[in-house]
């Protein structure tokens, strides 16, 4: 995407929250993740919140699925980014129960191109050493829509091919 599209996206909406991407649509949240720009390695850093918007696998594939997921039943508060220079990172998932709170799930974080649209996104790769076989399966994608505000894809692999 080009600098002007992302512009036009921020004067659209300046002071787009995350609440807003909650109302939109698939479609409408596809299209801003493939005009939107990849972050910047350090544009990610510290503890940020997450929420789960929509999704094709089971518990997010419905409206309902995705209101549990968020709804606090589950430990997920997040994830903690650290920048390791201009081009690497990493970080974990924050599981928080209570006042039980710890960091597992580690990733690591470059630029890459997007498996969605092909464009350069903010990657978080989970095949490191120490996580589990299935966790080491998933792969996830940033892009920056507004100030502070990103927009992912979760992918896993499945029989050798990532599927969203």
């Known amino acids: 995407m080009s600098a002007e599209a992302a512009t036009k996206i921020r004067e659209f909406k300046p002071s787009l929250q995350l609440d807003d991407l909650q109302s939109m649509s ?6 801003m993740f493939l005009s939107s720009p990849a972050p910047a390695i350090e544009d990610l850093n510290g503890d940020m919140k997450g929420r789960v918007l929509a999704g094709i696998s089971f518990p997010v594939n419905s409206v309902a ?7 606090g039943w589950l430990p997920w ?12 990172g990493e970080g974990k998932n924050r599981i928080e129960i209570g006042p039980f709170k710890t960091k597992t799930a580690y990733f690591k974080t470059y630029i890459s ?21 299935a966790l080491r399966t998933v792969r996830d994608e940033l892009k920056k829509v507004s100030d502070n505000l990103f ?6 692999k499945w ?5 969203f």
Request: overall charge negative.
């Open 26 to 31: 698939e479609q409408e949240l596809d299209d």
């Open 113 to 133: 191109p997007s498996l969605f649209g092909g464009k350069p996104c903010f990657t978080l790769d989970y095949d490191q050493e120490g996580n589990i076989g």
């Open 65 to 71: 699925g995705v209101k549990f997921v968020n709804s």
């Open 151 to 156: 927009l992912g894809r979760a992918y896993f």
């Open 77 to 88: 508060a997040g994830k903690n980014y650290v920048p390791l220079d201009s081009e690497n």
């Open 159 to 163: 029989q050798g091919e990532y599927k």
